[in-house]
């Protein structure tokens, strides 16, 4: 298992602009870090939706194709 303590390095696509997606409370991202690769939703939960939770998409699901017309975005 991979130490998730220690903060990641890589590019991110978001499919939506990120504040938009962040307003509706789902943001699909596909990540190409050292650690996270892949497709990777955040959905905002709880009452208050002061929490996100981060999913791991099945990469069948959430192409590189599909969000190709997304910002970009360094991390």
């Known amino acids: 298992m991979q130490d998730l303590r220690r903060p990641d390095q890589g590019q991110?696509?978001?499919g939506t602009p990120?504040?938009?997606?962040a307003?509706?409370?789902h943001?699909?991202?596909f990540l190409h870090g050292h650690?996270?690769?892949g497709g990777y939703a955040l959905t905002r939960i709880g009452p208050a939706g002061?929490?996100?939770l981060l999913l791991k998409k099945p990469t069948n699901t959430l192409t590189e194709?599909?969000?190709q017309s997304g910002?970009?975005?360094n991390r």
Do not use: F, M, T
């Open 65 to 67: 194709r599909a969000i």
């Open 12 to 14: 991110c696509r978001a």
């Open 50 to 52: 002061e929490r996100w």
């Open 71 to 73: 910002a970009s975005r």
């Open 23 to 25: 307003e509706r409370g």
């Open 27 to 29: 943001l699909a991202v």
């Open 35 to 37: 650690k996270l690769i």
């Open 18 to 21: 990120v504040a938009e997606a």
